[in-house]
Every structure is written in C-alpha cells, then in structure tokens.
C-alpha cells in the first residue's frame, strides 16, 4: 500500500535498478553516504575501522549501522504499510518486532528513515544538540 493523506492504495512494484561492474561495493558505499547525509552524520570509511570496532556513520548521539540489500522481505514492507495506513494526527508510523519468548525491551523497531531522521532532530534539538541538515531531509 502506498500511503498519502487519508488514503492508502497498492503500491506499484519496485523498481530496482541494473546491475554494472563493481556495483555491490560501490551500492553499500554510497548508501552509508546517502544515510549520513540525512543523519547528519559523516560516514567512517571501511580502511578507518574493524568489525565492531566503530559504526558505519559517526554521529553525536547514534551508533548507525547501515545493512544495504536488493529487496525485504514482503511481510516485512507490509507491515510499515499498515502502520503508515493507521497512522493518523501526525503519528510517527512504527512496527514493533517481538521474538517469541525474547525479553520485550529488546525488541527491534522499524521505521523509514525520513520519520527516524526527524525524531533524531527533534531529540537533539529538546537536549541543545543540533544535527546538520542533509539531502532529502524535510524543512
């Protein structure tokens, strides 16, 4: 479901774009990129860190790790949908993921990074922490 006001209708199939040469690596690079820009973070190149050593994207008040992949899968999307179809009033869309029989505090949440991206600002401009505007960030 595609959501806009009000309204939910199907979503057109995604459109995946052609692979080329060295496209894996170059895809994961640039999405780390693309998500520290919106963050207002910067991204640590891989050659600056070890595996668990440092995030993907430093930031003032986030430990982002960046998982880029070719598709989700289909329960998963469906799921956001029905939260962005149910939202009203302003709400912030989420999905909670509970693993049976896992503590309820760990959790996972999902949402799309534009709403995260905003609740992060909004946080760090409540705490006097600023975060700097990036592509595709609203206002």
């Not at 060295?22 to 994961?28: A, I, L, S």
Request: charged share 25%.
């Amino acid at each position: 479901m595609y959501v806009s006001p009000g309204r939910c209708f199907p979503l057109p199939p995604l459109v995946r774009q052609s692979k080329f040469p060295g496209g894996p690596v170059r895809d994961w690079k640039q999405a780390e990129r693309r998500i520290a820009a919106i963050l207002g973070g910067r991204r640590i190149p891989v050659s600056g860190r070890g595996r668990g050593d440092n995030p993907d994207i430093e930031h003032p008040s986030l430990s982002v790790e960046v998982k880029a992949r070719a598709s989700f899968p289909a329960w998963l999307e469906d799921a956001l949908r029905q939260a962005e179809c149910s939202a009203r009033n302003g709400k912030t869309p989420a999905v909670v993921l509970h693993q049976d029989r896992g503590q309820y505090p760990d959790a996972l949440v999902l949402l799309r990074l534009s709403e995260f991206a905003e609740l992060v600002e909004l946080a760090g401009e409540s705490s006097g922490r600023t975060t700097k505007k990036g592509p595709g960030r609203n206002s």
